[in-house]
């Protein structure tokens, strides 16, 4: 079992920044792939950024690139975001793949999820 904890939302003006927090427990977290989406209602979940075990392999969404940088470090990982748009309002939400080394852009690779940080950007 996998406990994931989102925290860093918030409301922030259009050009700003915010960090998100996921914070990992039960098990060691160098096991587990990890990975960042995000939601808003009506649409489906979309990816936004994963990382591997080892932080060694990184990537992000186009719509993202540049302005977002995932990473981790001990039992967290963090979403970096900058430039803030307002189309980025969305829940955020991390997620944990212990199966894979690296995992995928698509929500059902991932068998673990937490309940979520709302980031709300401002025009």
């Known amino acids: 079992q996998v406990q994931l904890v989102e925290s860093g939302g918030g409301l922030v003006q259009a050009g700003g920044s915010l960090r998100l927090s996921c914070t990992v427990s039960?098990?060691?977290?160098?096991?587990?792939?990890m990975g960042w989406f995000r939601q808003t209602p009506g649409k489906e979940r979309e990816f936004v950024a994963r990382?591997?075990?080892?932080?060694?392999n990184r990537g992000v969404a186009d719509s993202v690139r540049g302005r977002f940088t995932i990473s981790r470090d001990g039992a967290m990982m963090y979403l970096q975001m900058d430039s803030l748009k307002p189309e980025d309002t969305a829940v955020y939400y991390c997620?944990?793949?212990?199966?894979?080394?690296?995992?995928?852009?698509?929500?059902?690779?991932?068998?673990?999820w937490g309940q979520g940080t709302q980031v709300t950007v401002s025009s």
């Open positions: 997620a944990a793949d212990p199966s894979s080394y690296y995992s995928g852009t698509f929500p059902n690779r991932y068998e673990y």
């Open positions: 039960g098990r060691t977290f160098s096991t587990v792939a």
């Open positions: 990382i591997s075990r080892t932080g060694n």
